[in-house]
T-cell receptor, first 109, second 113 residues
């Protein structure tokens, strides 16, 4: 079983729609990172959240770290085709980091 | 550039042959990770180096897989007696310390015929 469970695995939406993807675990993390991977490239860091309940915004992307630091969500407002990619969460604990399996998002024009 | 580099970018090999994949991390990064990514899938953790030692080899799928790191720099991932199910993109990442942002290389696409 994965340390971090991401849902949904796949998501296909129309341009302009809103969406939320989730990253859940039974473990407590000291911090959690979100990455995006575009086809043919390696993942790139979007944001790091550290404090329980923390909310960070990057333009149309809103990231939230759960109060207990076991889960996180990523909300995208008015999705655009350029948001298409694999969204990965990574939890840090005990000086180590592990990735979830990712949510593959497709935004259709 | 000063990013993570991997070589070769593509490797086609015949079933049963050995392959060696190379990763050059960002200078000064002490942590180095290897991942496998099958087509359309997420990242599968293989092994993690802290300096030259590998505190976590739990992700290596079989004894055909091995990795080493020398001089707290270059790492090589070796797959012996390759099988068709080994076909995937192998990604390397490095970070300043284990908890920090991981910087990924472009990957090596391995195809086993």
């Amino acid at each position: 079983t994965q340390l971090l469970e991401q849902s949904p695995q796949f998501l296909s939406i129309q341009e302009g729609e809103n969406l939320t993807v989730y990253c859940n675990s039974s473990s407590v993390f000291s911090s959690l990172q979100w990455y995006r991977q575009e086809p043919g490239e390696g993942p790139v860091l979007l944001v790091t959240v550290v404090t329980g309940g923390e909310v960070k915004k990057l333009k149309r992307l809103t990231f939230q770290f759960g109060d207990a630091r076991k889960d996180s969500s990523l909300h995208i407002t008015a999705a655009q085709p350029g948001d298409t990619g694999l969204y990965l969460c990574a939890g840090v604990r005990n000086n180590d980091m592990r990735f979830g399996a990712g949510t593959r998002l497709t935004v259709k024009p | 550039g000063a990013g993570v580099s991997q070589s070769p970018s593509n490797k086609v090999t015949e079933k049963g042959k050995d392959v060696e994949l190379r990763c050059d991390p960002i200078s000064g990064h002490t942590a180095l990770y290897w991942y496998r990514q099958r087509l359309g899938q997420g990242l599968e953790f293989l092994i993690y180096f802290q300096g030259n030692s590998a505190p976590d080899k739990s992700g290596l799928p079989s004894d055909r897989f091995s990795a080493e790191r020398t001089g707290e720099s270059v790492s090589t991932l070796t797959i012996q007696r390759t099988q068709q199910e080994d076909s995937a993109v192998y990604l390397c990442a490095s970070s300043l310390i284990a908890e920090n942002e991981q910087f990924f290389g472009p990957g090596t696409r391995l195809t086993v015929l």
